[in-house]
């Protein structure tokens, strides 16, 4: 009875991710009778940005690829969802997979370059590379150059699903964003991921050992390019409009930032980050005009006492809890 009540916990997070899945779904719902109309869109904005966060955490933080330029794959989705809107395509179930498509082809792309660099040099590289985005998205006047360029509609769902009802939208990105997180997860335990954490641990080890370290590397960063460009078109679909900016450097540091607020190499990590960078972001700028002041802080915070961030916070209590007693009165030792 007593190891039973001891692991309650434990099991309670495991099924903490489908609660939390569960009170996202009902959240459209019961908005209005609490006057929270606006968070609805809010919270489908955090949910557009932790698929971002996610895919950067991917390489990041299991492939120690420490990219910064990624919101360059999110412009490119955006960019190529819009040439497409533009050319009278509405169906989203073109649109959105299109921009997926194009951010992973974009990303196989520039890693096939970058990823033959190691350290400061794939940093600068990745960096570089974004930039060049940044200002070939500048350069299309055909799609408002750096005035950014309005989506006349919002993608058709078809299917019998009003694409203008915002309920069944913020559905639909919900259900991507399960979806894919369902896809990184179970990267990372595969054998795929496994190896990906080999390389990242000791390269030359791997390499010796025969496996394809460049190829693995580049699979993985144009997965995470895929996924980036896909949250690029629901962004897009969200505000009904893009503009350069989305792709600029600060932009992707910023991405970086929420990594590390929500735990590099933490299965939660990005979303978490990008949940309470999100939401922190939206309640300082209520009170302050200096709304960068406290988040700086939250970030040093984090820095300093928290290196692992959030969810690495919440991991390392579950692992350092003491044993549950066994049947005959000894404790029993905790799995590694």
Excluded at 35 to 45: C, K, Q, S
Excluded at 197 to 219: C, H, K, S, W
Aim: charged share 10%.
């Amino acid at each position: 009875m007593a190891a039973a009540i001891y692991f309650l916990p434990m099991k309670l997070e495991r099924w903490l991710p489908w609660c939390a899945l569960a009170a996202l779904a009902v959240f459209p719902l019961l908005a209005p009778a609490m006057g929270l109309e606006f968070y609805v869109n809010f919270v489908r904005r955090a949910l557009i940005f932790a698929l971002a966060a996610a895919s950067l955490n991917f390489i990041l933080g299991f492939g120690g690829m420490a990219a910064l330029g990624h919101m360059g794959f999110v412009g490119v989705g955006a960019y190529t969802l819009v040439a497409l809107a533009d050319a009278g395509h509405e169906s989203a179930w073109l649109l959105w997979p299109a921009g997926a498509v194009a951010g992973g082809l974009v990303a196989a792309a520039i890693g096939s370059v970058a990823l033959r660099t190691r350290g400061v040099y794939f940093i600068m590289i990745t960096l570089a590379f974004a930039q060049m985005l940044y200002f070939a998205a500048v350069s299309l006047r055909a799609y408002g150059g750096d005035d950014g360029y309005n989506l006349m509609a919002r993608p058709a769902f078809g299917l019998g699903l009003d694409s203008m009802h915002e309920p069944t939208f913020y559905w639909v990105v919900l259900a991507l964003f399960a979806g894919v997180m369902a896809l990184l997860n179970r990267a990372t335990v595969s054998r795929f991921g496994h190896a990906l954490m080999g390389i990242r641990d000791n390269e030359v080890r791997m390499q010796a050992m025969g496996y394809p370290v460049f190829r693995l590397r580049l699979a993985a960063f144009a997965l995470a390019g895929a996924v980036a460009g896909l949250a690029g078109a629901l962004l897009v679909s969200h505000n009904s409009f893009v503009s350069p900016s989305v792709m600029h450097w600060t932009q992707s540091a910023t991405l970086v930032v929420m990594v590390v607020i929500g735990g590099v190499g933490r299965r939660w990590g990005g979303p978490v980050g990008a949940a309470v960078w999100i939401g922190l972001e939206e309640i300082a700028k209520q009170h302050t005009e200096y709304w960068h002041l406290p988040l700086g802080v939250l970030l040093v915070a984090i820095v300093f006492l928290a290196p692992r961030g959030i969810a690495g916070v919440l991991e390392r209590r579950r692992r350092a809890a003491p044993a549950a007693p066994a049947a005959d009165g000894r404790p029993v030792e905790a799995a590694p």
